[in-house]
C-alpha cells in the first residue's frame, strides 16, 4: 500500500529525540501518540499486533523499511547495528551523528582507531551537495564513505574519487560495499578540527600535546586557541581528535538502557542526550500496554 506524505512524515519522526525525550522526562508521550495515528498502522495493521508502544516501533520500523520510503534513519540504524554494534563494541568505538564539519553536518561519524564517516543519500535524497560534503569532510576524516540506495551508487561511484568508499543498503538491511575507502591523513585541517570541537575538547587536545591553553579573556581564547591548532601537525591533531571524542563522547554507559529497547529504537537512544535519571522512565513508557498509551495527553 502506498503511503502519503503525511504518513512517511510520521513514520520518521516517531524515531525523533522529540518522542524519546518525551518519554524519557514524562514516562508518556503525546506527540507519539499523535504519530502513529497519522502513520496509518494502526488501520493497515491488526492492533492486537502491536500490543505495547515497543511492538509499534518495530512495526513502524519494519513499514519506513520498505525499499523506497527509507529515510536517514533506516540507514544510520544499519550502521549501528551493522558496524558500530556489530563490528565494533561500545565499549572500544563510539558514534556521533550530525557532527559539523565546515558548512556541512555529518550523519555517522565512527571512531575506533581512527576516524570514519558515513554520508548517507537514500532514496529521499539527492547527490546536489555531495561534492562540497566530501570536500570538507576531508579536511577532518581519515576515511570517507558514502552508503546509499542502489538508485545512487553508479552516479557517486562516477563522480567521486578513487579513496572515496561507497556502500549500498540493500534488502533485508544488509550494507554491500561497492569501493573500499583508502585512508587520507594528508587532507586534514587542524583549523577545521578544531572549529567541529568542543571547546573543552580543544583544551584537552592541547595539553595532551604538551601544549598549554593560553591564559587569555574568554573573549580571547576561541582566536587564540585557533592559531594553536593552525601550527600543529594534522597526524597529531587527527589523533588526537579521535581519542579525545572517544573519551568525551563515549557511549559504554548506554549499554544496559540499549539493551532494554527495541532494536529499531537502539539507533536514537545512541545518538539522543538523555538524563540517566530518566531512563527507567523511557523503558517503563516503551513497555506500556498500546491502547493505554493512544490515550496518552
Not at 516517531?14 to 522526562?25: D, I, N, Q, T, Y
Not at 581519542?243 to 537502539?266: E, F, G, H, N, Y
Amino acid at each position: 500500500m502506498a503511503l502519503n506524505a503525511t504518513q512517511l512524515s510520521a513514520l520518521s519522526r516517531l524515531f525523533s529525540a522529540s518522542v524519546l525525550r518525551e518519554m524519557a522526562k514524562k514516562g508518556n508521550s503525546p506527540l507519539f501518540a499523535r504519530l502513529l495515528v497519522d502513520t496509518g498502522l494502526l488501520t493497515r495493521q491488526a492492533q492486537t499486533a502491536m500490543q505495547t508502544v515497543s511492538a509499534a516501533f518495530e512495526a513502524a520500523f519494519a513499514d519506513l523499511n520498505q525499499l523506497g520510503k527509507r529515510d536517514e534513519y533506516v540507514y544510520r540504524a544499519a550502521l549501528t547495528h551493522k558496524i558500530l554494534l556489530g563490528i565494533h563494541s561500545l565499549n572500544t568505538a563510539s558514534m556521533l551523528t550530525e557532527f559539523r564539519v565546515g558548512n556541512s553536518k555529518a550523519d555517522v561519524v565512527i571512531l575506533n582507531g581512527t576516524s570514519t564517516v558515513y554520508e548517507i543519500k537514500s532514496e529521499r535524497d539527492s547527490l546536489a551537495r555531495l561534492e562540497n560534503q566530501i570536500f570538507n569532510y576531508r579536511k577532518v576524516f581519515a576515511k570517507i564513505y558514502v552508503i546509499a540506495a542502489e538508485s545512487h551508487v553508479q552516479d557517486i561511484i562516477n563522480c567521486t574519487s578513487s579513496d572515496i568508499g561507497v556502500m549500498s543498503l540493500g534488502c533485508r538491511n544488509r550494507i554491500s560495499t561497492k569501493r573500499e575507502a583508502t585512508e587520507q591523513i594528508n587532507s586534514i585541517c587542524p583549523v577545521t578540527i578544531f572549529e567541529s570541537l568542543r571547546s573543552t575538547e580543544a583544551s584537552m587536545i592541547l595539553r595532551n600535546l604538551g601544549i598549554d591553553v593560553p591564559d587569555v579573556p574568554n573573549t580571547m581564547l576561541y582566536s587564540v586557541m585557533r592559531e594553536c591548532f593552525s601550527r600543529l601537525a594534522p597526524e597529531d591533531v587527527h589523533q588526537q581528535m579521535v581519542q579525545t571524542l572517544k573519551k568525551t563522547r563515549k557511549l559504554v554507559s548506554l549499554s544496559s538502557l540499549v539493551d532494554k529497547m527495541p532494536k529499531s529504537l537502539q539507533p536514537a537512544v545512541l545518538t539522543t542526550q538523555l538524563r540517566r535519571a530518566d531512563h527507567e522512565r523511557l523503558i517503563m513508557a516503551i513497555n506500556t500496554p498500546l491502547d493505554e498509551a493512544l490515550n496518552w495527553t
